[in-house]
């Protein structure tokens, strides 16, 4: 490397590398072009991989969500069922329990 003063005399290798430039800048339009066209479809290439994995993804994941949403309302079906029957067995327990409390309270009163 040449090191101090950036001048084209000390440093010949700036000299070729400005030559490399102006030969790139002079280069044919058409050349241009079909390497612009290149990396455009390189890029769109890129980009529809990149997209059609992302549709994978949110479709597995819209799925998976399908799945849960059926679940939970399965369960929450079955958590109404099992409110109703606990419903039912307290009133038929308090009704036991009136029915056994009444005769005792009567034979305790005739007792009396």
Not at 4 to 13: A, D, L
Not at 27 to 51: C, D, N, T, Y
Not at 54 to 82: P, T, W
Request: charged share 30%.
């Amino acid at each position: 490397m040449c090191s101090g003063s950036w001048s084209t005399k000390r440093c010949p290798s700036l000299v070729v590398f400005n030559l490399k430039r102006r030969q790139q800048q002079k280069a044919k339009p058409h050349v241009l072009v079909a390497i612009r066209r290149r990396r455009r479809r390189l890029r769109l290439r890129r980009s529809r991989a990149g997209s059609e994995a992302m549709e994978m993804v949110n479709l597995k994941l819209y799925l998976e969500n399908r799945c849960i949403i059926a679940e939970n309302e399965r369960l929450r079906e079955k958590a109404s069922a099992l409110r109703r029957e606990n419903l039912a067995l307290r009133q038929n327990l308090s009704k036991t329990a009136a029915d056994a409390e009444l005769p005792a309270a009567g034979a305790g009163a005739g007792a009396a």
